[in-house]
């Protein structure tokens, strides 16, 4: 298996140091910038598996940066903040982004939770899983792909999963905590107000399919009872 592709912006040389150093002891390749501007070059030079974005950047913003990706495709972005507050959280997972941590941070978190969103973006499904439609929607789980009216759906790895677990089950009722254990793989901070996010998300991109998924207010979502086929 080739080495995966780490491209880490980071203006702090020595966070960059430290990480750059525990990445390639634990097996990955890293590109890496220092400003904004500099990280869409990498990304655009080194094609990256997975993206460490601090949000905090000269030139360019982490958020423009995740915009400017966003527009690009759907690599994996783990964001970087020195700054906890929820709003500022959520308007990561809202730019894009799979993961979110907080500084101070350890290498090994870090390791781990890349390790974690890179399982989920490659997750391996049964090559015999049937595609799945609603609507308009084709869901193909084999290749990870979603088309409306035969175009492509840009979604990230979690949106991917998100709506694959809720078009498996038309009319299951899912708590936020409950898909957050599945789609994340791990207990998360805030994770209900997580999932709104990437639901949001979701919706937005669906379009007019956004109605195939549900609130169930004071519970959680479910996709459309007979949405899926």
Same mark, same amino acid.
């Given at each position: 298996?080739?080495?995966?592709?780490?491209?880490?912006?980071?203006?702090?040389?020595?966070?960059?140091?430290?990480?750059?150093?525990?990445?390639?002891?634990?097996?990955?390749?890293?590109?890496?910038?220092?400003?904004?501007?500099?990280?869409?070059?990498?990304?655009? /030079?080194?094609?990256?598996?997975?993206?460490?974005?601090?949000?905090?950047?000269?030139?360019?913003?982490?958020?423009?940066?995740?915009?400017?990706?966003?527009?690009?495709?759907?690599?994996?972005?783990?964001?970087?903040?020195?700054?906890? *507050?929820?709003?500022?959280?959520?308007?990561?997972?809202?730019?894009?982004?799979?993961?979110?941590?907080?500084?101070?941070?350890?290498?090994?978190?870090?390791?781990?939770?890349?390790?974690?969103?890179?399982?989920?973006?490659?997750?391996?499904?049964?090559?015999?899983?049937?595609?799945?439609?609603?609507?308009?929607?084709?869901?193909?789980?084999?290749?990870?792909?979603?088309?409306?009216?035969?175009?492509?759906?840009?979604?990230?790895?979690?949106?991917?999963?998100?709506?694959? *677990?809720?078009?498996?089950?038309?009319?299951?009722?899912?708590?936020?905590?409950?898909?957050?254990?599945?789609?994340?793989?791990?207990?998360?901070?805030?994770?209900?107000?997580?999932?709104?996010?990437?639901?949001?998300?979701?919706?937005?991109?669906?379009?007019?399919?956004?109605?195939?998924?549900?609130?169930?207010?004071?519970?959680?979502?479910?996709?459309?009872?007979?949405?899926? /086929?």
């Amino acid at each position: 298996m080739s080495e995966r592709i780490i491209l880490l912006i980071e203006d702090e040389a020595k966070i960059r140091d430290v990480l750059r150093a525990y990445l390639v002891r634990e097996g990955f390749r890293v590109c890496e910038a220092e400003d904004g501007k500099k990280g869409l070059e990498q990304y655009d /030079e080194c094609h990256p598996d997975l993206i460490l974005l601090d949000m905090m950047l000269p030139v360019l913003s982490g958020e423009r940066v995740a915009a400017a990706i966003r527009q690009k495709g759907d690599t994996p972005i783990i964001m970087l903040t020195a700054r906890s *507050e929820e709003w500022e959280r959520l308007q990561g997972f809202e730019l894009g982004a799979d993961d979110y941590i907080t500084k101070p941070f350890s290498p090994r978190e870090v390791v781990a939770r890349i390790r974690a969103v890179l399982k989920r973006a490659g997750r391996a499904l049964a090559e015999d899983e049937a595609v799945i439609r609603a609507g308009d929607l084709e869901l193909h789980p084999e290749s990870r792909t979603v088309f409306t009216q035969g175009q492509p759906l840009p979604l990230t790895a979690t949106e991917f999963d998100l709506l694959f *677990e809720l078009l498996k089950h038309p009319g299951k009722v899912y708590r936020r905590a409950q898909l957050a254990a599945i789609v994340l793989g791990y207990d998360y901070e805030s994770m209900e107000r997580t999932i709104d996010s990437h639901i949001k998300n979701l919706r937005r991109k669906l379009g007019v399919n956004a109605r195939i998924i549900e609130t169930v207010h004071g519970v959680g979502y479910r996709s459309a009872p007979g949405s899926g /086929e």
